[in-house]
């Protein structure tokens, strides 16, 4: 790699680490990468770093949330 790229692939790394911890959003982390938000979200897939950064105890909500709202469909 030559120097250029080891430095592209560092900022890469250091906006997938920052937006998967929440400390910048997706587009922020785009801008640090030098590339466009959609590019980015594709590169996230890439590098398999979620998109989704939601707290466990939302997730747990989120899904009580749909469960309850599954049930009430089937009873109709």
Do not use: W
């Not at 950064?53 to 709202?69: G, H, R």
């Amino acid at each position: 790699m030559t120097k250029d790229e080891i430095e592209q692939h560092i900022r890469l790394m250091a906006a997938f680490k920052m937006f998967e911890l929440g400390k910048i959003s997706s587009g922020k982390a785009a801008d640090l990468a030098g590339m466009s938000r959609v590019e980015f979200l594709e590169t996230c897939g890439r590098y398999r770093v979620s998109i989704f950064n939601y707290p466990p105890e939302e997730i747990e909500q989120e899904i009580k949330s749909d469960l309850k709202t599954l049930e009430t469909l089937n009873d109709k």
